[in-house]
Nanobody
Framework: QVQLEESGGGLVQAGGSLRLSCVTS????????MAWFRQAPGKEREFVAT???????IYTDSVKGRFTISRDNTKNTVLLQMNSLKPEDTAVYYC????????????WGQGTLVTVSS
């Protein structure tokens, strides 16, 4: 199984930036893509961004042009740079590894809370 630990959340004003980190360990060789998800209060968890093993990135429409997913292979870390944050970005952010059928490989962790004030 893949183990994941998210960090980097916090409170920021609208228009500000945050960088989230996700350290991965365990069976990372099974990972086809790394992805970030988020869950806002009272809503279901939703996809935010993914970075495939070939370098391809995909973003949900609401974050295109503002968020960037990347990885630091030397540290087994996946990053999510979030710029021009909006109050509607407020959520708990989770990362996970995906297999070739885009199923999550790891157990969902506690995530990291991002709060954007208006």
């Amino acid at each position: 199984q893949v183990q994941l630990e998210e960090s980097g959340g916090g409170l920021v004003q609208a228009g500000g930036s945050l960088r989230l980190s996700c350290v991965t360990s365990g069976r990372t060789n099974d990972v086809f893509a790394m992805a970030w998800f988020r869950q806002a209060p009272g809503k279901e968890r939703e996809f935010v961004a993914t970075l495939k093993s070939d370098g391809t990135t995909i973003y949900t429409d609401s974050v295109k042009g503002r968020f960037t997913i990347s990885r630091d292979n030397t540290k087994n870390t996946v990053l999510l740079q979030m710029n021009s944050l909006k109050p509607e970005d407020t959520a708990v952010y989770y990362c996970n590894g995906l297999d070739t059928t885009l199923n999550a490989l790891g157990a969902w962790g506690q995530g990291t809370l991002v709060t954007v004030s208006s």
